[in-house]
């Protein structure tokens, strides 16, 4: 599901 | 991690103790939009859910709590603690239905993950966390607007709010610079855009009140 960089931000 | 993102977390951080300083000094919630707030939570408890799938860093997840319980906490004392409770006026935070947010943007985020192929409950929640966040500022915009002169620690309050959104679009710039596997999502950088947007005209008043020093009043 992590297909985006964006997902580890707050 | 980058230097933009991290300054914008914690600009954040300061927003919600700006916050409850103000809600602790002047004993009141009067100017402070409860619409806001419930709209945030909705916001950090449907993004944060990989907090039970994915670990990223022990920072990452100390935030995530810290967000989530800090401003339940404030819902909390706006809704049932007193003086808050009771000097609480609801008509004064009349603008826009939670579920008139909520609605179109869960329907947006089930169309976006369908069109992505991303059909995992996590995933749409995630998607409908960002369109919900772009909206969420708005109810306590209008609260500003209707007193119109804005108390000092409400305005350093929606400040810091929209300083931490600025400094995340200097964040993902950073990232597609220098991060070689950063993949972008355009979902994201729109509704970033449209959020820090709603910032930009609260932004002028509040920095031309501060060089003039005189008190933060917004026109009609």
Redesign the interface.
Known sequence: SSSSAAKDEL | MNIF?FAG?MS?VVSILVLLLRLRSSKSAVGISLKTQELFLIVFVTRYL?LF??F?SLY?SF??VA?IASTTYIIWMIRFQEPYKSKYDASQDSFLHIKFAVAPCAGLALFACLV?G?L?P??IL?TFSIFLEALAIVPQLFVLQRYREVENLTGHYVFFLGAYRGL?IL??VY?SYY?Q?????WL?YVSGAVQTALYVDFFYYYVVSKYYGGKLTLPT
């Open positions: 993102r977390d954040h990989d799938t994915t990223y990452n935030m995530k967000y992505k991303e995992s996590i995933d995630w995340y964040n993902w990232r991060e596997f950063y993949r972008h999502n994201v």
